[in-house]
């Protein structure tokens, strides 16, 4: 079966420290997709990144970086120097190709970034 | 500006009454889905939808329906709603499922 886990269910740093958050997903399939989405206290789901099977590059975005590894079956997320704005829920999802056209939600860490 | 509406925003209804959340989306989007999020279980897709008249069942399908009778509406039906059934709703939309998803603002539902 298809499954997410987020195993830190909450961080809290102070403002300028690096966090990363990770992810390990499960599946038995050569495609799928990875996403990363951000839930500010304010509710509204928010695109992050998307990462495909075939494509191991890591990826930086600003302060933010993702560390895809295959072997591990990771797809761990890197705040650098966060900031306030940063406190968020953050949720690791996986899409796999096949025909059942669903997509699996980790459980989500909620960061908090103290000033 | 491209959007998912989601309505209503809230709302507070008793057990065994039927109620539905609209959902449009303005983008063309082929794949549409529902999801509900609970404190601890993140956000678990209940129905989604390839395309017109073609839905199916995501992991927590039971006491919902679905229909999509047009590209850009895919409502939520609860025909007998439950207490279990608390929580925080989100439409969502892509071109397909491997593209990045487009949200609704939310639907809070407390069945009483």
């Known amino acids: 079966a298809q499954k997410v886990t987020q195993a830190q269910t909450e961080i809290s740093v102070v403002e300028k420290e690096d966090v990363t958050l990770d992810c390990v997903y499960e599946?038995?399939?050569?495609?799928?997709?990875l996403f990363w989405y951000k839930q500010p206290p304010s509710g509204e789901l928010v695109f992050l990144i998307r990462?495909?099977?075939?494509?191991?590059q890591n990826e930086i975005s600003g302060r933010y970086s993702w560390n895809f590894q295959k072997s591990t079956s990771s797809f761990n997320f890197t705040i650098t120097a966060s900031q306030v704005v940063d406190s968020a829920v953050y949720f690791c999802?996986?899409?796999?190709?096949?025909?059942?056209?669903?997509?699996?939600f980790g459980s989500g860490t909620r960061l908090l970034v103290r000033p | 500006e491209a959007q998912v509406t989601q309505n209503p925003r809230y709302l507070i209804t008793v057990t065994g009454k039927k109620l539905t959340v609209t959902c449009s989306q303005n983008?063309?989007?082929?794949?549409m889905s529902w999801y509900r999020q609970d404190p601890g279980l993140g956000l678990r897709q209940i129905y989604y939808?390839?395309?017109?008249?073609?839905?199916d069942k995501g992991d927590v399908p039971e006491g919902y329906k679905v229909s999509r009778k047009e590209k850009r509406n895919f409502p939520l039906i609860l025909e007998s709603p439950s207490p279990n059934q608390t929580s925080l709703y989100f439409c969502?939309?892509?071109?397909?499922?491997?593209?990045?998803?487009?949200f609704g603002d939310g639907t809070r539902l407390s069945i009483l």
């Open positions: 969502a939309s892509s071109p397909t499922p491997g593209q990045p998803q487009h």
């Open positions: 599946t038995r399939d050569t495609t799928y997709y």
């Open positions: 990462r495909n099977s075939f494509d191991e």
């Open positions: 999802v996986t899409y796999r190709m096949d025909s059942s056209y669903k997509l699996i």
């Open positions: 983008m063309n989007h082929e794949y």
């Open positions: 939808s390839m395309n017109v008249e073609v839905t």
